[in-house]
């Protein structure tokens, strides 16, 4: 087996990402794949892009890497070694080599000062230190030594086969834990990092971590041996917490002077012919029902009745407090005066357009099922019946496999998705936390639902 990167058992995404810089950029904002050095003309030798040049690094202590030239990006770079600079910033993704350990427990773990109080109460793990860039199964040097750790294996999947003794930690990014800490202690009351352990030991994968490949489908496009920096696909390593141009966004549609109109949209015509039987209803009624129906639901009333044409912007601060719960810095609006109609719109367009990322998870699932309902039509005109069209469809259902990557290979090469033409209104950052959130709501219920501890040791002991 040759070299396999760990990934973030969080959110899937991997730790060893390179990126390479603008010309206007210095030294340090190019790195390879293992966080130092640069990605040269070698490497990006597929790269012709006008504007990309490569320019001797002569200062480089390595006299064979002084000796390669640096790629240094132009605005249409094409290399998938690195994310060009053009693209995201250093500050957006320089955390993403950084993974943090969620390491075993030892017998004699005692308290010492700095532990989460979770961290206490534990009986499999503790949060040790962050590695930075760790290396296939190594994590190396941890920053700080936590309860004398300094370095650990690290692994996605469950221990049992690896034929070790150890018990290697949980290799995680520190925002994505942050994000689990609060998620946790949201759904659960507390933050179960011992559940995550078992949850790693019964599920754990590699490389998908916990979740389906098909809900990660941007993930699983990046996740080569390498990691593929593919085009449109920066989101996935832009820092989740601290992201630029949200709080703007946020505080732009708080309004210093007059408050918004109560409700938005026109009203349009009254016409005699139509009748609303909802032109009845008192406005105060009307927003009571609102308050039950799916955002759907209210998109059609809006159609077929005048009473619901205009709506009210209570309804879509609700919206955004319901629908959006990892946008948690809309709560400094609290007693301000809000736009929450624009605020709504602004921040749907913001994290990948509302529905984007469904719509394609719902096709590339979609994807296998059409290609198994095809070839079935196919053999049937062709008269197999019973046996014979068993055995007809074992041969030819192996390649339906790779017809479905070729169709996703093609949907992304003309920028269907991930699409390299995204809205200019896409913020990088807010679109992977609610990537990540999505995730982790889906671990968190899958912790949720481990069976209780004595129950696993009752299976154990009835296995053995
Ligand atoms: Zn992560
Ligand atoms: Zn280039």
């Not at 040269?40 to 790269?47: R, S």
């Not at 989101?235 to 409700?263: F, T, W």
């Amino acid at each position: 087996m040759g070299y396999s990167e760990r990934h973030c058992q969080l959110c899937g995404v991997g730790f060893n990402v390179g990126r390479i810089r603008k010309a206007d950029e210095p030294e340090s904002a190019a790195w390879h794949y293992y966080g130092t050095d640069f990605i040269t003309d070698v490497d990006t030798a597929e790269c012709e892009a006008e504007g990309c040049t490569n320019i001797p690094r002569t200062e480089h202590p390595d006299p064979v890497v002084s000796a390669e030239a640096e790629h240094i990006a132009g605005p249409n770079c094409k290399s998938t070694q690195g994310y060009s600079g053009w693209r995201i910033t250093v500050e957006e993704m320089k955390d993403i080599l950084r993974c943090l350990c969620i390491a075993a427990k030892p017998e004699d773990w005692q308290p010492e000062i700095g532990d989460k109080d979770y961290e206490i109460d534990t009986t499999y793990c503790f949060v040790a230190g962050v590695s930075k860039c760790p290396d296939e199964f190594e994590a190396g040097e941890l920053t700080p030594t936590r309860h004398g750790l300094s370095d650990t294996m690290i692994n996605n999947e469950a221990m049992e086969g690896l034929g070790s003794d150890e018990e290697w930690a949980i290799p995680v990014h520190e925002a994505c834990f942050q994000m689990f800490e609060r998620v946790s202690r949201e759904k659960l009351g507390k933050v179960d990092i011992d559940g995550l352990w078992r949850l790693r030991d019964i599920e754990g994968d590699w490389p998908e971590g916990f979740m389906d490949p098909l809900k990660r489908i941007d993930v699983t496009i990046v996740s080569e041996q390498n990691y593929h920096c593919a085009l449109g696909t920066e989101y996935l390593v832009s820092h989740p917490l601290r992201v630029d141009g949200l709080d703007q966004l946020i505080n732009s549609c708080a309004l210093a002077g007059e408050a918004p109109c109560k409700v938005v949209f026109d009203i349009g015509q009254a016409t005699e012919s139509h009748r609303d039987p909802f032109a009845a209803l008192s406005a105060e009624l009307c927003e009571l029902l609102l308050g039950h129906l799916e955002r759907r639901d209210v998109a059609n009333m809006r159609l077929v009745s005048r009473s619901f044409r205009q709506l009210p912007q209570l309804y879509f601060r609700r919206l955004v407090e319901s629908e959006m719960p990892w946008i948690w810095e809309v709560t400094t609006l609290k007693g301000r005066r809000v736009d929450w109609h624009n605020l709504w719109c602004r921040l749907s367009a913001a994290d990948g357009g509302a529905g984007m990322d469904a719509q394609e998870r719902h096709w590339l699932q979609q994807l296998p099922q059409d290609k198994n309902e095809i070839l079935r039509q196919q053999l049937r005109k062709e008269g197999l019946t019973g046996m014979e069209m068993s055995k007809e469809w074992a041969k030819r259902s192996l390649n339906l496999k790779q017809q479905v990557d070729d169709d996703i290979k093609a949907a992304n090469d003309a920028g269907k998705w991930p699409a390299d033409t995204r809205k200019a209104t896409e913020i990088r950052g807010l679109r992977n936390r609610r990537r990540i959130w999505e995730d982790l709501e889906e671990i968190v219920k899958r912790i949720a639902a481990l069976p209780p501890v004595e129950e696993d040791e009752d299976a154990e002991s009835r296995v053995w």
